[in-house]
């Protein structure tokens, strides 16, 4: 069975300050990977996947992962980040196309000034 | 494009009452997912249809959950009796049925809470 660990349930920092967003993976299978981002009071949108091809995936508003299959993570960097970046971050992995998402327990981001 | 639309967006009930829950996934997706989502935990599947067929209902308390999607277009969960450890967001997603992975679309979510 499949399975998500993210590794911080919370992450504080401030305004333009980096940040990491920890996930790993469990799988005997190959798998596909994503990151999903909840705002507050709003519903789960899809950040980044990999799918296949180059490890490294980007999203529009600057964030980015790193599909590592020795290390089976897929973490999630910001090189700066902004108020509007707060909200609750979700690892996901599905083991096939059409499939349900298994998801981690989420990490929440608070960006301060 | 209209979103996945849920209804209602909260509700509150006495434990061993029932409720059900509506979702109208995005025109044209065949396959439409239902989650639980508990405070503090990732969304958790339920179940999922392709078209108005059951794919996966392993994880499906069936004892007090039930779910369908008749035409192949909307769709109702319900729960009787509710109970404490039904308190929760019910989410619902679609997306196209293919090969290629599709992106999941998630509707607002029900917050249910059960006293």
């Known amino acids: 069975a499949q399975s998500v660990t993210q590794l911080d349930s919370q992450v504080p920092v401030f305004e333009e300050a980096p940040v990491e967003l920890r996930c790993n993976y469990s799988?005997?299978?190959?798998?596909?990977l994503f990151w999903y981002v909840q705002y507050p009071n709003q519903g789960l949108q899809l950040l980044l996947k990999y799918l296949s091809g180059s490890t490294l995936v980007e999203s529009i508003n600057g964030f980015e992962a790193e599909f590592n299959k020795s290390q089976t993570s897929f973490h999630l960097r910001k090189p700066s980040v902004h108020i509007s970046d707060t909200a609750e971050y979700f690892c996901?992995?599905?083991?096939?196309?059409?499939?349900?998402?298994?998801f981690g327990k989420g990490t929440t981001l608070s960006v301060s000034s | 494009e209209a979103g996945v639309a849920q209804s209602p967006r909260y509700k509150i009930i006495e434990k061993r009452q029932s409720v059900a829950f509506w979702c109208n996934p995005i025109?044209?997706?065949?396959?439409l997912y239902w989650y639980q989502q508990i405070l503090g935990q990732g969304p958790k599947l339920l179940i999922q249809f392709q078209n108005n067929g059951v794919v996966d209902d392993s994880q499906l308390p069936k004892d007090r959950f039930s779910a369908e999607r008749l035409k192949g277009v909307d769709s109702t969960l319900k729960i009787q009796p509710a109970k404490l450890e039904d308190s929760a967001v019910y989410l619902c997603a679609s997306n196209l049925a293919g090969g290629i992975f599709q992106e999941q679309f998630f509707g607002p979510g029900t917050r249910l809470t059960v006293l």
């Open positions: 996901a992995v599905s083991v096939q196309a059409g499939t349900a998402l298994i």
């Open positions: 799988s005997s299978v190959s798998v596909y």
């Open positions: 025109s044209g997706h065949a396959t």
